[in-house]
Structures are given as structure tokens and as C-alpha cells.
Nanobody, 125 residues
Framework: QVQLVESGGGLVQAGGSLRLSCAASGRTFKMYAMGWFRQAPGKEREFVAAISWGGASTYYADSVKGRFTISRDNAKTTVYLQMNSLKPEDTAVYYC??????????????????WGQGTQVTVSS
């Protein structure tokens, strides 16, 4: 069992940056693959980025590639999402999620067993 708490969301102008954090409880955090998803009003939850348990592999949605960076600090049991060059279409509630072994596909929400409560990101034009 792991609990996830996101922070770092807020209101930012287009072109600005935010860094989201997801703090995890539990000593098994280092074994989990981690992902970030987002959900805008009236839309389905969509994949944003994921990182393997050791941090060696990262994956990004095409819409954020080159602008967002996912990272993790297993000693601090925290995963981060650095978001640069933000656009109004990035506005959404952002969720972090944990995928325990055996790992599923990073792109699909159903691969993840644990979810945070979400943090709102609003990008104004």
C-alpha cells in the first residue's frame, strides 16, 4: 500500500513554469514505476509522463515532449514533474500514480494501482 500526495500546482501565465511534486509513503516506493496523468474538464484522463522504478527510463506524451521532465528521488520517496513553456491547453488537474511490479504499460491508467488526489494547474493566455 502506498499513499500519494501531489503539490505544486497553481496559476501561471503561458510560457511560465511549474514543478509538481508527488510525495509517497511506504518503504516500497523504490520498486514502483511512477506516472503523471492529467484530466481537463469534460475530457478523459490522459497520460503525461512516466518513469521506471530506478529512473533509468522515462516516457512522455507527444504533447509535452521537450517541455516537461519527470524525475524521481527514491531517497525522498518523491517524484517530480518539471513543466516549462506551459500552454493554456496544459490546464488540467494533474495526478500522480504508482504502478507496482509486475509493471503494466506506462501509458494506460489501468496499469496503476495507486493515485493521488490531484493538483490543479491553470495556465492563462
Amino acid at each position: 500500500q502506498v499513499q500519494l500526495v501531489e503539490s505544486g500546482g497553481g496559476l501561471v501565465q503561458a510560457g511560465g513554469s511549474l514543478r509538481l511534486s508527488c510525495a509517497a509513503s511506504g518503504r516500497t516506493f523504490k520498486m514502483y514505476a511512477m506516472g503523471w496523468f492529467r484530466q481537463a474538464p469534460g475530457k478523459e484522463r490522459e497520460f503525461v509522463a512516466a518513469i521506471s522504478w530506478g529512473g533509468a527510463s522515462t516516457y512522455y506524451a507527444d504533447s509535452v515532449k521537450g517541455r516537461f521532465t519527470i524525475s524521481r528521488d527514491n531517497a525522498k520517496t518523491t517524484v517530480y514533474l518539471q513543466m516549462n513553456s506551459l500552454k493554456p491547453e496544459d490546464t488540467a488537474v494533474y495526478y500522480c500514480a504508482a504502478d507496482p511490479p509486475p509493471y503494466g504499460s506506462s501509458w494506460y491508467p489501468n496499469s496503476y494501482d495507486y493515485w493521488g488526489q490531484g493538483t490543479q494547474v491553470t495556465v492563462s493566455s
